[in-house]
């Protein structure tokens, strides 16, 4: 099995060449590694970008440690999400890149068991928590954001409540977050 030409494409400008060369092969391979910390073989690699033909079907966790390594939770969400850029449909709820919400930008984060947030862009990176449901942040608290991902851990760099540093907030480390949507903007 080859990878999809858009999942190609991910890795090719993550590594800023073709991985479908001998060579691009290879440094994806040790670019992998030294990112993710796990070892793929260099046969398995090329397999995957199609340097070497192959009816064999890779395992779960070789195609789970592509994905991590191309900033998705696992294979499915990522499988999916090329899927659906390839039909037109992108997946702008899997990700957002606060930076680039514009002030005054309302966000609804989501994670388990029944945690709901609303926070607001006030600018520079920082968020106003508007309504907490079953989460230990509070209506009023400011946190520090740079981005969010679906599957991922919640992670506020730095959160203030009543102008008191409280330090750095970290939520949903199981299932990570499960919902994202920016309602205002």
Not at 33 to 49: C, D, P, Y
Not at 88 to 94: A, L, S, V, W
Not at 121 to 140: A, C, F, I, M, T
């Amino acid at each position: 099995m080859t990878l999809n030409s858009l999942q190609l494409e991910k890795l090719s400008e993550k590594i800023r060449q073709d991985v479908t060369t001998p060579s691009g092969a290879a440094y994806l391979c040790l670019d992998i590694e030294s990112k993710t910390g796990v070892a793929l073989g260099l046969n398995t690699v090329k397999r995957l970008v199609g340097v070497i033909s192959s009816e064999v079907s890779p395992r779960k966790t070789t195609l789970n440690i592509i994905a991590n390594y191309l900033g998705y939770p696992c294979w499915d969400i990522l499988e999916e999400d090329t899927a659906m850029e390839g039909s037109g449909f992108g997946r702008k709820d899997i990700f957002i890149e606060m930076s680039e919400l514009d002030e005054g930008a309302v966000v609804e984060v989501c994670w388990k068991p029944d945690r709901r947030i609303l926070i607001r862009h006030d600018g520079n990176g920082q968020y106003s928590v508007l309504k907490s449901e079953n989460s230990k942040l509070r209506s009023g608290d400011l946190l520090s954001l740079s981005q969010l991902a679906i599957g991922f851990p919640f992670i506020a760099d730095k959160v203030f409540r009543d102008e008191r540093p409280l330090g750095c907030y970290r939520a949903a480390d199981g299932a990570g977050i499960t919902r994202l949507n920016v309602i205002e903007n």
